[in-house]
């Protein structure tokens, strides 16, 4: 990119995901994050970390990026900063990022009394009950439940996520990785008749699992059950 299509001194920011969550749980290796981080500060580029998705404790930790321990100029968070009771949405960033200088902007619902209150007291939540302790244990549970089902199954490509985030792949051959999503589709629905809800992403052959981050362990694991007597099912 930086030979081809547009030289570095025209980029101001790069902006990334630390996880791809709706492309497919897609989680880059750690030299990807470094690279980005290394290039960024060599040209001095904004570096910014969307957390919408993977921000508070979705992935085991509060943020994503404390898997590669590396600071970022800007970071937008939002759904689970409030649990999910009502919208609300921020951008934490550095000193040097954010300015001293007062910038005009405009907005339709930013400081909402009600909105501030609920994230307040989901942080606080999340402190007293260690929900993101929680979470990164539950997730290795949870990704230990599954992590068989490629090996099982023929039309399960790869199973991958972090905390309570998990991506299940479906293809129609292994070493090309053609896409099923006909496959992908028949679980969701068949699931979907049995009470449990994936979501579906990257052009219908992924299947999402995104439960709260409360979830009781046994309800996670039936639901996983769920999922994968549909997916044997479909495998015939």
Known sequence: VLRYQASPDRISAV??????????????PDSFIYGLHRLAR????????????????RTG???AMQYYNVDVDLMPLGKGISGGIFPIAAVYGSEEAMGSEPVEYGTTFGGHPAGCLAA??????????????????????????????????DIVGDVRGRGLLLGIEFVKDKKRKTRN??????VYMAAIKRGVIPLMDSGDWILRVQPPLT????DLLSALDVIEECIKQTDK
């Open 15 to 28: 902006l990334f995901e630390p996880i791809a969550c709706e492309a497919g749980v897609w989680i880059p």
């Open 42 to 57: 060599e040209y001095d580029w904004f570096l910014i970390a969307d957390e919408v998705m993977t921000g508070f404790g």
């Open 61 to 63: 930790k509060w943020f």
């Open 120 to 153: 307040a007291a989901n942080i606080r939540a999340f402190k007293k009950y260690k929900i993101v302790e929680r979470t990164s244990v539950l997730g290795e549970k949870m990704l230990k439940y599954v992590r068989s089902w490629p090996d099982e199954y």
């Open 181 to 186: 999503p006909e496959s992908a589709r028949q």
């Open 215 to 218: 979830i009781d362990e046994q």
